[in-house]
């Protein structure tokens, strides 16, 4: 029976070993049409990855922020035809602070099998290092962008992470990262912990736990503009 497979992508690594297991690799060679977020970086990804079809005679339909549910009616016409569909993350988990639920869950009311395969998570691999607690947490995706909603939400974060010993998780755009550890630092309570986690996989990978105290008197040594970064809030 044809399946939609869910393929993580590298989230940083040149080397496609550190996060592309080869079993991986064995099922992205099996597919011709894919549903993606953005095609240039879709491409780039096969090649990189070797995938051995003409790229110009392979399927692509876009899945993001733009797309309508309407749009994504015809996107599984291949299982019909018996072959694979592959969704492709633009960079981590498939789903996961990614728009392929709307296929994901077209698959599951129709009674498609899904496969998720194993590959990087930018999320877990900072909750994994960060020290803080990994029975209980929460994901929040991007905080607002005003300083004064965004110092009211880490405040409200923070409540939960300390009053429920629920490790709170979020990301910021890149170039306002500076500005996110600072609101963090002066936001939160002296002793609450804070985890900055930046470049996972790359050599530049950076993860530091501190607390909001000594982030206040360290976060210059710590430059984070353009760098793809992880933030977490514990106890």
């Not at 550190?18 to 099996?30: D, E, H, I, K, R």
């Not at 592959?86 to 698959?107: H, W």
């Not at 599951?108 to 607690?133: I, K, N």
């Not at 010993?165 to 939160?188: S, V």
Request: proline content about 6%; aromatic content about 6%; some cysteine.
């Amino acid at each position: 029976m044809a399946r939609l497979i869910l393929f993580p992508v590298p989230i940083g690594a040149d080397d496609l070993a550190v996060s592309l297991p080869a079993y991986n690799q064995t099922m992205l060679f099996g597919c011709h049409t894919f549903i993606v977020e953005e095609l240039r970086t879709a491409r780039r990804f096969l090649k990189h990855a070797g995938y051995p079809h003409a790229i110009d005679d392979t399927t692509f339909h876009l899945l993001n922020e733009h797309t309508s549910p309407e749009e994504v009616t015809h996107y599984l016409d291949a299982l019909d035809n018996g072959e694979d569909v592959g969704l492709l993350s633009e960079a981590g988990l498939p789903c996961v602070a990614d728009p392929g639920a709307m296929v994901t869950r077209m698959a599951q009311s129709r009674g498609v099998e899904v496969l998720p395969l194993v590959g990087p998570s930018s999320l877990m691999l900072a909750l994994m290092a960060s020290g803080l607690g990994g029975q209980n947490f929460a994901f929040n995706g991007y905080l607002p962008v005003d300083r004064h909603q965004r110092a009211a939400v880490i405040r409200d974060l923070e409540s939960r992470a300390l009053r429920h010993g629920q490790t709170q998780i979020f990301i910021e755009a890149p170039y306002r990262n500076n500005q996110m550890l600072q609101t963090l630092a002066e936001t939160c309570r002296p002793e609450t912990m804070i985890c900055v986690a930046s470049d996972l996989t790359l050599p530049t990978q950076d993860i530091t736990t501190l607390s909001a105290a000594e982030w206040k008197k360290r976060r210059l040594d710590l430059n984070l503009h353009k760098r793809n970064t992880v933030f977490l809030i514990g106890c």
